[in-house]
């Protein structure tokens, strides 16, 4: 240690206190001016740094963003943004048709199918009808006659049917159907909760009008509905559902009023079409079953599939879209050829009903005309299972048009 306190002020450690002297901190020059004065006067701070005169230590990454930097972010935003409305949109878009992907060239594939099942369709019927006027020019001059009056009064009927149900189906109101499953799963989605109530809204305004049109009110009206089986205690049961659908302070969310109108109103819809569907299937099976010949087969079809289609219409008071319409008319020409079709393949159905009765009827020990009554079993059989086939057949096409014309999708 320095003998002499003063040797302090002559080290490097400036403000050490030592023995008689408080410790001392270094001057700046322009000490007597304030830290504001200072400041202006020899430091000039750039952005980020501090009176110190050092910057702050901060990685690279969390720099200020540049111009640049902030339009890559602008750009990606907006396409997420994009992708998340094309999700969006793919959620809510109805395609009760059944067609899936192929929904993207659906209307050539259906105007194809349309064109090939009318052309298939009428080709047959025009072969078929031309042997029957053959058959029918061999026949005496009375059976020509009835022949001639029974096969106008049967294309009469086929005309008429087609030409009710062109006319009630250009009176009708488009069906867009509302997918409840999309609606829920878009408000899951945060940011594109402004668009799920957006669409939530509308799809409800939309099932309002349908509410209010939908025709209850007046007798003609109600004959109507329940020449397709909505009876009048089903009617009034719709009427009461109505009354409280349409008022919105019984419902707590839109999500209720959905599941309200799905399980009380259309269910009793859905309920009439089903009916009609199995309606028109008993009846095409009979005909179909006990029809002299294809000309027979064919008419029949399309009579029962119009005519069914006819009244899934009136029972939901909606028709499908262009190309639901399409693929439900290209349905109805295809099951009737096919009707037709069926005297090909039926006299292999008739063969092997024949062998089977034969054995059955050997085995149970009747040995005295089985061939007469396993011929008879057999034609029998085959007609039954033609006309069970084309049951089959018109079932399937109600439902999918059943399917179509629901207004809310389940």
């Not at 396409?79 to 929904?103: I, N, R, S, V, Y």
Request: aromatic share 10%; glycine share 8%.
């Amino acid at each position: 240690m320095p003998a002499n306190p003063a040797a302090w002020d002559d080290e490097d450690r400036i403000g050490v206190p030592v023995a008689g002297r408080a410790a001392t901190l270094p001057r700046p020059e322009n000490s007597g001016l304030t830290p504001a004065a200072r400041q202006d006067e020899h430091v000039e701070l750039r952005e980020g740094e501090t009176e110190l005169g050092r910057p702050p230590q901060v990685p690279s990454a969390l720099d200020l963003l540049s111009d640049a930097d902030r339009a890559t972010l602008r750009k990606l935003e907006d396409e997420q943004a994009a992708k998340e409305l094309a999700e969006a949109e793919m959620l809510l878009a109805a395609d009760p048709t059944g067609l899936g992907w192929l929904g993207w060239f659906g209307a050539p594939l259906v105007l194809a199918f349309f064109v090939g099942s009318v052309g298939l369709a009428g080709l047959f019927t025009f072969n078929q009808v031309l042997a029957l006027l053959a058959n029918l020019a061999a026949q005496p001059q009375w059976a020509q006659y009835v022949g001639y009056a029974g096969l106008g009064l049967f294309g009469a009927c086929i005309l008429y049917a087609f030409g009710r149900f062109a006319v009630l189906y250009a009176r009708l109101r488009r069906n867009r159907q509302v997918q409840v499953k999309g609606l829920e799963e878009l408000a899951r989605r945060t940011r594109l909760r402004w668009l799920a109530a957006a669409k939530t809204d509308e799809a409800r305004e939309q099932l309002e009008r349908y509410l209010r049109e939908y025709p209850l009110d007046t007798e003609k009206d109600r004959k109507a509905l329940a020449a397709v089986g909505l009876s009048d205690a089903v009617q009034v049961r719709l009427k009461v559902v109505r009354e409280q659908l349409m008022d919105p302070a019984k419902f707590a969310s839109s999500e209720q009023w959905f599941a309200r109108f799905r399980d009380e109103f259309q269910a009793e819809l859905d309920a009439a079409a089903e009916s009609r569907v199995k309606y028109w299937g008993s009846r095409i099976w009979v005909v179909t079953a006990v029809a002299p010949n294809a000309v027979v087969d064919t008419g029949a079809t399309l009579f029962y599939a119009v005519s069914m289609l006819t009244d899934l219409c009136r029972v939901y008071q909606l028709r499908a879209g262009k190309t639901g319409t399409g693929v439900l008319l290209s349905r109805v020409f295809f099951n009737a050829y096919l009707a037709g079709q069926g005297a090909e393949w039926e006299k292999v159905v008739e063969d092997q009903y024949d062998q089977l009765f034969h054995e059955a009827l050997n085995v149970v020990g009747v040995g005295v005309g089985t061939n007469l009554a396993g011929k008879v079993l057999g034609k029998v059989g085959a007609r039954a299972t033609t006309g069970y086939l084309n049951r089959v057949l018109l079932v399937r096409l109600g439902r999918y048009a059943a399917r179509l014309l629901r207004p809310v999708a389940r």
